[in-house]
């Protein structure tokens, strides 16, 4: 049986005691259906496996503390260092982060997949911890970029792993629900970050205290990870096979324990190689399903999102709107988009929530082109140009958002499942610094309306690709996922 096999001997002797076990499995699965009890394996309970997804979504909370931080506490932050008025370190102090999430998405397919889902939060914790620290007590804008730089490897470490665990554990009828929980905890993460930095102008060196309470989270994640279950994806990759049954009891139940382990088997190649590099994702037999994750990531970051979200408190203002007001408008519209985005993950399937999300987009860069042109001379241009505003983050976060992360953790195979995602992340992290570096200077030269055409006609594409190259996983298994989607040998 299947309990009996341990160890990691080689891929061809795995192999065979897989296909021994796959079939005494199958039998074994089948047994309560042909005894008339099948009424006790119909969905696993949903209860099992909520702990776990709600540790793994403080690295997405965490994501978003540390990219709203520094927003607030900038001026008094720049004013403390002795670089106010220096335009280009305050950048700096912004986008490091991003340099450095490059650097740690590229390493955590390799962590994740050399020291399993559970170390590898553990591990990202590190740098969050160190970094917020050196932040928090140093005295000069070096030390300031030093601990930002250090989060960010943390950030691009973090997120990729939280995506996988929360597929690899979750039953498939609620995995797209759970993967809604990363949109929303980042979400949480922001307005977190907002609320803590309010009294900023007020006390003196408050924004070191900011960066001192994303410590406490980040601390919780590495000690009650312990106490978590690992992927049993991973267990299973690593021939660990009854341990991997154990986690799936942990997380489904007894009942689903064989059906889960047969559905592994199916997807399970004997014959391939467990070293995966980058020119087997971008070159080999991947190739489809690595393109349709890094395209759905710079499609996602070339919609706009993130420039509409540093313009906002721009347009707000032009309408009479304080920036702290701006910043809740925007914050409150992004989560109440993920709530009914996490309600929906199921029900409408993860192409269709694309396919609306992505069309609301266009419309409202339609929008903002009117506010900027035809109407730019009245004021009805500032009610155009808010409700754009508030439509395209409501739109983004229904579908645009929250999706790519899981449906790429669904569509890649086990073997590459990590190192994908590491590559797609990294993807993402490129096109993010590139819109956010070009963003302000293509404003100035293009204008508005010219830049939000440029903005709807990626969203645009981003719809037809969507419809041409994405299928729906809604409530399948990650193997019939992976079957139907790779190729034949």
Same mark, same amino acid.
């Given at each position: 049986?299947?309990g009996?096999?341990? #160890?990691?001997?080689?891929?061809?002797k795995?192999?065979?005691?897989r296909?021994?076990?796959?079939?005494?499995?199958?039998e074994?699965?089948?047994?309560?259906l042909?005894? &008339?009890?099948?009424q006790?394996?119909?969905?696993?309970?949903w209860?099992?496996?909520?702990?776990?997804?709600?540790l793994?979504t403080?690295?997405?909370?965490l994501?978003g503390?540390? $990219?709203?931080?520094?927003?607030?506490?900038l001026?008094s932050?720049?004013s403390?260092?002795?670089f106010?008025?220096?335009?280009l @370190?305050?950048?700096?102090?912004?986008?490091i982060?991003?340099?450095g999430?490059?650097?740690?998405?590229?390493?955590?397919?390799?962590?994740?997949?050399?020291?399993?889902?559970?170390? @590898?939060?553990?591990?990202?914790?590190?740098?969050?911890?160190l970094g917020?620290?050196?932040s928090?007590?140093t005295?000069?804008?070096?030390?300031?970029?030093?601990g930002?730089f250090?989060v960010g490897?943390?950030?691009?470490i973090?997120?990729?792993?939280?995506?996988?665990?929360i597929?690899e554990?979750?039953p498939?009828?609620?995995? &797209?629900?759970y993967g809604?929980?990363?949109?929303i905890a980042?979400?949480?993460g922001?307005?977190g970050?907002l609320?803590?930095?309010?009294?900023?102008?007020?006390?003196s060196?408050?924004?070191?205290?900011?960066?001192?309470?994303s410590?406490?989270?980040?601390?919780?994640?590495a000690i009650?990870?312990?106490? @978590?279950?690992?992927s049993?994806?991973?267990?299973?990759k690593?021939?660990?096979?009854s341990?991997a049954?154990?986690?799936?009891?942990?997380?489904?139940?007894?009942?689903?324990?064989n059906?889960?382990m047969?559905?592994?088997?199916?997807?399970?190649?004997?014959d391939?190689?467990?070293?995966?590099?980058?020119s087997?994702?971008?070159?080999g037999r991947h190739f489809?399903v690595?393109y349709?994750?890094?395209? $759905?990531?710079a499609?996602?970051?070339?919609?706009?999102?993130? @420039?509409?979200?540093?313009?906002?408190?721009?347009v707000?203002?032009?309408?009479?709107?304080?920036?702290?007001?701006?910043?809740?408008?925007?914050?409150?519209?992004?989560l109440?988009?993920s709530?009914?985005?996490?309600?929906l993950?199921?029900?409408?399937?993860?192409?269709?929530l694309l396919?609306w999300?992505?069309? #609301?987009?266009?419309?409202?860069?339609?929008?903002?082109v009117?506010?900027?042109g035809?109407?730019a001379?009245t004021?009805i241009a500032?009610?155009?140009?808010v409700g754009g505003?508030?439509?395209f983050?409501?739109?983004f976060?229904? &579908?645009a958002g929250?999706?790519?992360?899981?449906?790429?953790?669904?569509?890649?195979p086990?073997?590459?499942?990590?190192?994908?995602m590491?590559?797609?992340?990294?993807v993402?992290?490129?096109?993010?610094f590139l819109?956010?570096?070009?963003?302000?200077r293509?404003?100035?030269?293009?204008?508005?309306?010219?830049?939000?055409?440029?903005?709807?006609?990626?969203? $645009?594409?981003?719809?037809?690709?969507?419809?041409?190259n994405?299928m729906?996983?809604k409530?399948k298994?990650?193997?019939?996922i992976?079957i139907s989607?790779?190729p034949s040998?």
């Amino acid at each position: 049986m299947l309990g009996k096999t341990r #160890g990691s001997p080689s891929m061809y002797k795995r192999t065979m005691s897989r296909d021994n076990a796959n079939e005494a499995d199958l039998e074994d699965s089948s047994a309560p259906l042909q005894n &008339g009890v099948g009424q006790d394996i119909t969905n696993p309970s949903w209860k099992r496996s909520l702990p776990h997804v709600l540790l793994a979504t403080i690295v997405p909370f965490l994501f978003g503390y540390h $990219l709203g931080v520094v927003n607030e506490p900038l001026e008094s932050i720049s004013s403390d260092l002795g670089f106010k008025g220096d335009t280009l @370190a305050e950048g700096l102090v912004v986008s490091i982060c991003l340099g450095g999430a490059f650097v740690g998405s590229l390493l955590s397919g390799w962590i994740a997949d050399g020291f399993g889902r559970r170390r @590898a939060f553990q591990l990202c914790v590190l740098p969050m911890i160190l970094g917020a620290s050196i932040s928090a007590s140093t005295n000069n804008v070096a030390g300031m970029l030093l601990g930002r730089f250090l989060v960010g490897t943390g950030l691009g470490i973090g997120p990729p792993v939280a995506s996988l665990y929360i597929t690899e554990v979750s039953p498939p009828f609620v995995r &797209g629900t759970y993967g809604s929980f990363i949109q929303i905890a980042t979400c949480a993460g922001i307005m977190g970050a907002l609320l803590i930095g309010i009294p900023v102008k007020d006390i003196s060196g408050w924004w070191r205290i900011c960066f001192w309470v994303s410590t406490i989270p980040a601390a919780i994640l590495a000690i009650f990870m312990e106490f @978590a279950v690992e992927s049993p994806h991973w267990l299973y990759k690593q021939g660990r096979i009854s341990e991997a049954e154990v986690q799936f009891e942990k997380v489904l139940g007894g009942w689903h324990v064989n059906a889960a382990m047969a559905e592994l088997m199916k997807s399970d190649r004997g014959d391939e190689i467990e070293n995966v590099t980058v020119s087997d994702l971008i070159c080999g037999r991947h190739f489809r399903v690595v393109y349709i994750g890094s395209a $759905l990531f710079a499609l996602q970051q070339l919609s706009g999102i993130n @420039a509409v979200f540093y313009f906002s408190s721009t347009v707000f203002r032009s309408a009479g709107v304080s920036s702290n007001l701006a910043n809740a408008f925007v914050g409150i519209t992004n989560l109440v988009g993920s709530v009914i985005a996490l309600t929906l993950m199921d029900k409408v399937g993860r192409k269709g929530l694309l396919i609306w999300s992505f069309s #609301g987009m266009v419309v409202s860069t339609g929008i903002q082109v009117a506010a900027a042109g035809a109407f730019a001379s009245t004021s009805i241009a500032e009610y155009l140009s808010v409700g754009g505003m508030l439509a395209f983050v409501f739109s983004f976060a229904v &579908g645009a958002g929250p999706v790519p992360g899981l449906l790429l953790s669904e569509i890649f195979p086990n073997r590459i499942r990590a190192k994908a995602m590491a590559f797609c992340m990294s993807v993402h992290w490129v096109f993010n610094f590139l819109v956010g570096l070009l963003f302000l200077r293509l404003l100035e030269r293009m204008g508005p309306q010219l830049l939000y055409t440029m903005f709807g006609t990626f969203c $645009l594409m981003a719809v037809f690709f969507v419809k041409n190259n994405v299928m729906e996983t809604k409530g399948k298994s990650l193997q019939e996922i992976e079957i139907s989607l790779l190729p034949s040998e």
